[in-house]
Every structure is written in structure tokens, then in C-alpha cells.
């Protein structure tokens, strides 16, 4: 069975310092992995995804992600912290080979303070 | 952020009352996704469409029923809910489902309060 765990409720940095959510996979074959974002009062918006190819995503706004097969792990990181950041974000996988449909994280709340 | 639209917004409603949430996707895309989002839930996927046939669906009550006449519109049809189908209902769609194609557009849902 696939799953996706995110496992911090919430995160808090300040401005200007590098931020990391923390994501971690489950998959019987090889996962697709996406990360979302949602702004109050609005839909999801897709920031990036990794297939398959170069570890390291870069996406939307200036977020990367890093996909570490050894530890089942799909990070989101960015080197400087806006307080536009501050959203909820998702966490999703797929296992395309298991035919399964895209299955989304809980969200982690990102809080940038000034 | 105007690719996939959703109507109406808000929609607050009594348990016999029957409503439709109507999804429209400007994008070219084949494939159309309703998510049930809760507080502090996942996200659920509920109905998935691929070229307007029903590929999907993830053991929704059938007080749910969802109609994709064409590839560019999503309906969700309600009818006697319950207060805990009170969620935020999100439509989506993507190229094709079912593919590495399958990146998901969202719309910005609509808030539901079933009374």
C-alpha cells in the first residue's frame, strides 16, 4: 500500500532563514512525488514534481525539493524564508506501476515570522 | 489560477435540500478530480474522470453523484447530507489520469455547510 506521512503539524522560521518540510513515502514501485501549496480561502497550487531524473526539483517561487530513494524522503526546501511563504502545504505521491491514484499528506502549516 | 474555476463558492444548505457544485477547466485537459478537504484530514479523492468516463470512485456515498458531460466540466450533485459532509470540495484536473501527465490543477473549491 502507498502512503505519504508529513510529519510535523507546523513549522516556524524566521524571515530570510532557510526553511525545510519534511516529507516521507511509502511505495511498492517507483513513487511520483509532488509537493502543493494552499493559500487561505484558495485551491491547491502545484509547486513541483519529481518523476524520475536529477534529485533535486527546483519549482515555483524559488522552492526545490531533494528525492532520497534510500530513506523514502521528498523534502521541500528554500535557502530564504518569506513571509509570503506562510501557507499549508501538501505533500502527495503516486505509484503510477500500482495503478493507484494520487494520495495527499495531512499538510504542514509553514508560519515565516518578520 | 483561473484554469479550473468552481461555482459557487460558498454554499450553505439544509440536510433535504438538493444542490450542484458545477467545475470548469480552461485548460485542454482529459482528466477532472472531485477532493473532499476536512479539517485537520487528508485530502480525499472522491471521483476521478478520465475522457469523460468514471475511472474512479472512492467508495463516496451515494448522497454524491458526480455527471462529466464533457471533458471541461465537472458537476457534483448533493442531495440529503449529512453535517459531516461539511468540508471544503475541490475539483481538479490534469492532462490524463492515470499517467506521469498527471499533474493536478486546482480549483479553489467550495466551502460547504450542510445544516
Known amino acids: 500500500a502507498q502512503s505519504v506521512a508529513q510529519p510535523e503539524d507546523q513549522v516556524n522560521v524566521a524571515e530570510g532563514n532557510p526553511l525545510t518540510v519534511k516529507c516521507t513515502y511509502s511505495v511498492s514501485g517507483n513513487p511520483y512525488l509532488f509537493w502543493y501549496v494552499q493559500y487561505p480561502n484558495r485551491g491547491l497550487q502545484f509547486l513541483l514534481k519529481?518523476?524520475?531524473?536529477?534529485?533535486l526539483v527546483k519549482g515555483s517561487y524559488g522552492f526545490e525539493a531533494e528525492f532520497n530513494k534510500s530513506q523514502t524522503s521528498f523534502h521541500l526546501k528554500k535557502p530564504s524564508a518569506l513571509v509570503s511563504d506562510s501557507a499549508l502545504y501538501f505533500c502527495a505521491v503516486r505509484d503510477l506501476q500500482a495503478g493507484t491514484a494520487l494520495i495527499f499528506g495531512k499538510g504542514t502549516t509553514l508560519s515565516v515570522s518578520s | 489560477e483561473t484554469g479550473v474555476t468552481q461555482t459557487p463558492r460558498h454554499l450553505v444548505m439544509g440536510m433535504t435540500n438538493k444542490k450542484s457544485l458545477k467545475c470548469e477547466q480552461h485548460l485542454g485537459h482529459n482528466a477532472m478530480y472531485w477532493y473532499k478537504q476536512s479539517a485537520k484530514k487528508p485530502l480525499e479523492l472522491m471521483f476521478v474522470y478520465n475522457f469523460k468516463e468514471q475511472t474512479e470512485n472512492n467508495s463516496v456515498p451515494s448522497r454524491f453523484s458526480p455527471e462529466c458531460p464533457n471533458s471541461s466540466h465537472l458537476f457534483l450533485h448533493l442531495h440529503t447530507l449529512q453535517p459531516e459532509d461539511s468540508a471544503l470540495y475541490l475539483c481538479?484536473?490534469?492532462?490524463?489520469?492515470?499517467?506521469?501527465?498527471?499533474?493536478?490543477?486546482f480549483g479553489p473549491g467550495t466551502r460547504l455547510l450542510v445544516l
Open positions: 519529481y518523476i524520475t531524473g536529477d534529485n
Open positions: 481538479a484536473s490534469s492532462r490524463v489520469a492515470g499517467t506521469d501527465q498527471e499533474t493536478q490543477y
